[in-house]
């Protein structure tokens, strides 16, 4: 099945409006024959990134509309660094997100083997843990989830792999948010 990344958020920016909209997308993909197998939510609580397991965007936006989901965006993605079985399984929560907006032509082929020959310089910084990124099909931008002390220790491991930083959040903990 696909992967579809759906950017939304919660009318009122608190922890219990973005939970109850969690457990709408989650019910949402549900009964259209999908599974949410990953989300994450901005610290404030204002915006949620949900990873949905589907075989079809048409049904998937539909249930989501159908449910009164308003997503920013809903685009097909694929998994880097680890396996939906995993992610599943763990339904941990990253402490950072980091967006990098792709730069015109480059390919999917050409950023996969980039990140493997790059991936093993994390090791140089054990204070942060790579986690796993979502690539867009669409090679718009991927979002890549780290746990690490603060935002600087990010953006040092950023460096080390020489990948840019376009936008750098910080996510609310998994207590808070989980599906």
Known sequence: MALWLIETAPAVAERSAVVALLDRVSAAARNAGGDAIDAQVAAGFGKAFVVVEHADQTALTAALTDAGITAAEIAEVRLVGDTVENVKARRGAAGYLVEWDFPTGLTMDTYLARKQEKSPLYA?????????TYVREDMVKC???YDA???DAVVRARQIVSTPVDRLTRLEESQHVAL
């Open 143 to 145: 979002l890549c989830f």
């Open 124 to 132: 140089s910084i054990p204070e942060v843990t790579f986690l796993r």
């Open 149 to 151: 002390p603060d935002e």
